[in-house]
């Protein structure tokens, strides 16, 4: 941890082929939708048989989708990566100190052992413990969550030292010991004393789960106590032991922090953003690091060195002015070979954010991130306020908290045990104040992580790299059945699709703050949704009622325009097909994502932007469902054997199955005009279109007509879509004939 010969402790590497390959792909592609566009749009100006409005209808689509795309160019443009080199930190004694968050809300679907298991691996990572200070947000307020902290705590004063004397990797017990021990790369798995302590530990992890999981039984999980409660915070602590090893070690633990926050039904509560301002505030009188780690509660610590792999840039005096911000990879335990939902987010984390990282950097993530507190505070402490009325009007009016922000501030453990941290925590604090609109974590929207890092970060002139190296930092629990995966991005489409249509929009407000390149990407990731569900529906839908009726609405084969059309679709496909597998992805998962974009685009993203328009115009609340982390055994087993779980709602499930029955009916149309018509060269492409859709969501077939368990798709959602089949084609064919 020698400084004196300056090396760097990061390096960042710039692919240049990949740069080459990526702008000369993207010029080659533009000019082909050129001539597109312009074949659709000479449609206009000539006279034809063929009906105006689908054809407009389709011309819509092609130009929404080819906006889209023009956007996702921007992370494509400087794709980097990053190499650390934690052993250049200073010594320990000249490391800052780091607050670590983690939020959870339902006991019932965040199960208080998995939970723990959490905590503990944030309190074993490999950092000095009395710079360490472990926080967990209880939104719940349950009883069980408090209670499993305290036997958290118990357990942790075994772990801790047992992970360091033996170096062991992988922080989260219940990890370390479901590990087959050929899987363990940790310590000396042959040592007698290893053995011996190994089971010593493992026997009191046992129990300790047991101890949890009984506070669970008993526990009062009512929804109207998770909605009505009061400010519960509390040190972690044991007055005495004794045992006398424990007590020792004790004096060398992290500190740990309960905190629920004051919820009633009056007050708005603001979700998850409204808890992480609660514990903003709370840590800033109790320990007030300069560095906070968020984490989400099923997201533990795969490798003890994240901190310190963070350090390498926050400590850099090049980057550290801007810095703001060290995201890691969201990376998943529970990924099956056939990850039929493309759960482990291979293109986001594995494309996109490298992209993003070239320019000002990625967005903040929800978990895995090293944000720097001072950012959080937007406008309260940049421009150096003196007024402390105006920074009461500002933060709140805690004269304590001020302190905080203040400087020279030595925080006091013992106030946690105060009223100040209960004025802190209380749902009246925030009001008349700049929190959830320039102070802390953002309001506007669900997806509070994207926002902030938009509006709260990188328009304030912050930066923010992306760190992802060859060993997962942090691992959590994916969604591994079709109802969470599409509840999920539901909820994450409404949340981009209300930043694109406020005043926040990145495409208009982001202009004149950052980058061209970076507010691309951000305004890429506010309208995918309503771009993708407008597209796919069109051309999901109109191509194949035209079909049915004999009408053409792309070129003859015949036509050098159909080349054009071919060229733009296969090299889109082999584009995608070219990052899965330069991304270590199999041909397989390639079929899985172009399926299941389909599947997203006609629902998640549909209901996500209708959403999302809804609350702007005052027709519904906001609202906020954590994703489940309880697992089905025979959801799980179909999810492992790469079979589609449809036991979902028929909200999902009719969308889906319409779609595809309308493809189905049209293909089998075509075709017949095709042999009976001679019609092969006027409707070729819109037979391949209908033959496309129904190869690709085969699952969504053999659900409705083959497969008779549990997870297939209910007859009567089959009779149901086929009904609302039938009446497109005949209201369209009325319509739009």
Known sequence: MDQSSNAPMHLCHVNKLTIFINRTYTVIYSVALSFLLYYRASFFFHDTKTPILPSLIVFAA????????????????????????????????????????????????????????????????DYPPEKLHVYLSDDGGADETLNGMREAWKFAKRWIPFCKRYQIKCRSPKAYFSAAEDENEDGDLGGTDFIQERQIVQEKYEFFKERVREY???????????????????????????????????????????????????????????ALNV????????????????????????????????????????????????????????????DIYDSQLRETFLVLWQGFDGLQGPCVSGTGYYIKRLSLYGKSLKEDHTDLMELRQSVG????????????????????QLAETQQL?????????????????????????????????????????YCNPPRPQFLGSGTTNLNDFLVQGTRWSSGLVDVAISKYCPLIYGLTKMSFLESMCYGWLAIFPICRFFSLWCLATIPQLCLVNGISLYPEVSNSYFWIFSFVFLSSVLRHLYEVLTTEASLQHWIYEQRIWMMKAVTSHLYGSLDAFLKKFGLREASFFPTNKVDDVEQLKRYNAGVFDFQTSALFLVPLASLVILN????????????????????????????????VNYP??????????????????????????????????????
Not at 74 to 99: G, H, I, M, N
Not at 103 to 120: Q, S
Not at 712 to 731: G, H, M, N
Request: proline share 6%.
């Open 62 to 125: 092609e130009l929404v989708s080819s906006f889209e795309w023009l956007l996702s160019q921007a992370y494509r443009w400087r794709p980097v990566s990053r190499t650390v080199f934690p052993e250049r930190l200073p010594e320990d004694d000249k490391l800052p100190a780091v607050d670590v968050f983690i939020c959870t809300a339902d006991p019932e679907k965040e199960p208080p052992v998995e939970v723990m298991n959490t905590v503990i691996s944030a309190m074993a990572l």
């Open 216 to 274: 669970a039984r008993h526990g009062d999980t009512g929804s109207s106590k998770r909605r009505d409660h009061s400010a519960v915070i509390e040190v972690i602590q044991e007055s005495s032991s004794n045992h006398a090893f424990e007590e020792n070690e004790a004096k060398n633990m992290p500190l740990l922090v309960y905190v629920s926050r004051e919820k009633r039904p009056s007050h708005a509560h603001h979700f998850k953003a409204g």
């Open 279 to 338: 514990l903003l505030r709370v840590s800033g009188v109790i320990s007030n690091s300069p560095f906070i780690l968020g984490l989400d509660c099923d997201m533990y610590c795969n490798d003890p060195s994240s901190a310190r792999q963070a350090m390498c840039f926050h400590l850099d005096p090049k980057l550290s002015p801007t810095l703001a911000l060290v995201q890691f990879p969201q990376k998943f335990h529970n990924i099956s070979k056939n």
């Open 397 to 416: 009016p805690s004269s304590e908290f001020i302190k905080s922000l203040l400087g020279n501030y030595n925080p006091n453990m013992k106030l946690a």
């Open 425 to 465: 925590a209380s749902c009246t604090y925030e009001d008349g104040t700049k929190w959830g609109e320039e102070a802390g974590f953002l309001y506007a929207s669900v997806v509070e992580d994207y926002f902030t890092g938009f509006a709260s970060l990188h328009c304030k002139g912050w930066n923010s790299v």
């Open 664 to 695: 189905m009916a049209s293909l089998c149309v075509g075709i017949a005009r095709v042999i009976f018509l001679g019609e092969l060269e006027k409707l070729f492409i819109q037979v391949f279109i209908a033959f496309y859709a129904v190869v």
């Open 700 to 737: 969504i077939i053999e659900g409705m007509l083959i497969r008779k368990d549990n997870g297939r798709i209910p007859p009567s959602v089959t009779l149901w879509s086929a009904i609302a089949s039938i009446i497109f084609c005949v209201l369209g064919s009325i319509i739009f004939m």
